[in-house]
């Protein structure tokens, strides 16, 4: 049995959260005629992404009733969405919610801030601490904002923890023109997306978003990949676009029966290493506890 | 080849002009939209550009013909009485290419009733004079709902080789992210004039001007070292150690840092707890609800 998912490729208004809740309803409208059971919205789709300093102005607590319309469609459909989350001691994050049958099932806050070229994330948001897998209508999912699909060790720990989907809502702006070829971070997107698929067996889905703000273009290419590293679906670049796909949770089944990287995979060795260098693993003869 | 290997494979090397190559056609789909959304954001509908017979004018005024209708495009021409006769015809054939109407505006007697008081004036003075009166036309002619598209290259823009509050003011640029010889090879996707494309740029403020002549060096090389330093973050040493004249390399530097000024905003004296510019942030593309 597949499973039929919607990535709304969208552009949202910056610093305008009601015109966004509308657009978001529109969008899981037209979701919900393609009879999807899950739409994913890009990063920070409720506010728009080049926020600073009004990402406070914009911000609001994840139990917020500015969230219920969004709440209220998850009746129908699951719906995955950005926001810019307030936490109960006032830091601001970057924020994916995951509303399912009327209510927050989950949140990922991204952990991975860049500040770096034309980001400056790290000094407007706190960066969130945890990679928790939670069930979504695809299954075992872990949730990768951008950026946090970029470190590799991401989509690795929500394999080893159980994942058998990574959800990576992105605002990733387009660049890199010449050296006589195409988009450079569209190229390398894929790369990773295709990689992260293909290795960890496990479906990966791209959630990008288009438009522009303040003289820099959003490329899209929201794209499916599947766990034997098959692009199942991808969206043209530069347009708003709504990518339906259907996700084959069998697939992932065949796919580590023929290829079992991740039961063949030993996080407990990956942690002794690493706990024994950061100093969390004292004794260096004991193996780390298995959970 | 993909893009990691391209760059991988790039050496800089004073005769290999290959790193500068753009995907011309994505490059004109990217600039159309960031014309289309920027202009709706703010809430105008059509734009104002100086059309001066040069190639860098003619290919925003195709942009911008491409993206709002040659209808809603005026494009004004801004002579001065010393202005070269074919910077007028290249002009025009600019505006009949994209269907375009011209608008002739001679500032002379606007430049002259200023300067002709002052004497003998210096022609860089001069120069940054006509540049700033074309300007506050563009600016009048944008008014009510229009926008001022600049028309200034990435080249341009890091060698400072522009007049402040003149041709580098605007409130969109298209193309200030493309070096010279970039621009110049899309104007040809364009259908840019191939007697525009090929000729000598020159900023025509004075008889017998261009650029190169008044720079001392060309766009080629220009853009290919400003390449290196800039997109590449290459050291002006490394730079030198691979073969380019250690000169022309420092000269470009030290003009870059020279003119860093001209392309920032400028300065506010800090003195209260939030200030603009310093930490009162906001994005310009702010939206209202």
């Known amino acids: ?291 | 080849m993909s893009v990691a290997e391209r760059i991988g494979a790039i050496r800089p090397d004073p005769s290999d002009q290959s790193p500068l190559r753009i995907d011309e056609a994505l490059v004109r789909k990217m600039l159309v939209a960031f014309l289309r959304e920027e202009t709706k954001k703010s809430g105008h509908r059509r734009v104002v550009v100086a059309v001066s017979g040069g190639v860098d004018s003619a290919a925003v005024a195709a942009l911008a013909a491409e993206t709002f209708g040659p209808e809603n495009v005026t494009a004004l021409f801004l002579p001065y009485r010393t202005s070269d006769a074919l910077s007028r015809e290249h002009a025009r054939l600019v505006a009949k290419t994209f269907g375009i109407a011209l608008e002739e505006i001679d500032i002379t007697p606007q430049v002259d009733a200023y300067l002709g008081r002052l004497g003998d004036v210096d022609r860089v003075r001069r120069g940054n004079k006509m540049a700033r009166e074309r300007k506050s036309i563009e600016y009048d002619r944008a008014w009510p709902d229009g926008l001022v598209l600049g028309t200034s290259n990435k080249t341009e823009l890091l060698l400072g080789y522009g007049t402040r509050h003149g041709d580098m003011a605007c409130d969109l640029n298209p193309v200030g992210d493309l070096y010279k010889t970039q621009l110049r090879e899309m104007s040809v996707l364009l259908g840019v004039p191939d007697v525009i494309v090929r000729k000598a740029p020159s900023a025509d403020l004075w008889e017998g001007q261009t650029d190169e002549g008044e720079l001392g060096f060309t766009y080629a090389q220009a853009d290919l070292i400003l390449y290196h330093l800039v997109d590449r973050r290459l050291r002006p040493s490394e730079l030198i150690a691979a073969g380019f004249d250690a000169a022309l390399v420092n000269n470009i530097r030290e003009r870059v840092r020279r003119s860093h000024y001209k392309r920032v905003m400028p300065l506010i004296a800090k003195v209260s707890l939030r200030t603009v510019g310093h930490d009162f942030l906001y994005p310009r593309d702010w939206e209202a609800d």
């Open chain 1, 1 to 291: 049995m597949t499973v039929r998912v919607a990535i709304a490729q969208c552009a949202p208004a910056l610093g305008a959260f009601k015109r966004n809740v509308a657009m978001h309803e529109e969008w899981i409208g037209r979701a919900l005629s393609g009879r999807a059971r899950l739409v994913v919205f890009p990063e920070l789709s409720l506010t728009g992404y080049y926020l600073k300093d009004l990402a406070g102005d914009i911000a609001c607590a994840a139990d917020d009733e500015r969230l219920k319309p969004i709440a209220d469609a998850s009746r129908r459909i699951d719906v995955c969405a950005g926001f810019v989350e307030r936490a109960s001691d006032a830091r601001l994050h970057i924020a994916q919610g995951y509303w399912s049958g009327g209510r927050l099932v989950h949140v990922h806050r991204k952990v991975y801030l860049p500040t770096y070229g034309i980001f400056d994330d790290g000094r407007y948001f706190g960066p969130g601490d945890r990679f928790d897998v939670f069930e979504s209508a695809v299954g075992p999912t872990g949730l990768a904002i951008c950026e946090d699909l970029w470190h590799v060790s991401v989509p690795y720990t929500y394999a080893a923890t159980g994942a058998t989907v990574v959800l990576s809502p992105a605002s990733s702006p387009g660049r890199g023109v010449a050296e006589g070829g195409d988009l450079g971070t569209a190229e390398s997107c894929r790369l990773m997306d295709r990689f992260y698929a293909q290795y960890l067996t496990l479906y990966v889905l791209f959630a990008n978003r288009v438009g522009h703000e303040d003289g820099i273009a959003f490329w899209g290419g929201s794209e499916v990949v599947a766990p034997d590293g098959t692009v199942v679906a991808r969206a043209p670049e530069f347009e708003e676009h709504l990518l339906v796909a259907e996700i084959d949770p069998d697939l992932v089944a065949r796919e580590r029966d023929r290829n079992p990287l991740i039961r063949d995979e030993r996080p407990d060795l990956v942690q002794s290493h690493l706990g024994r260098r950061t100093g969390l693993v004292r004794r260096p003869d004991v193996a780390v506890e298995r959970s």
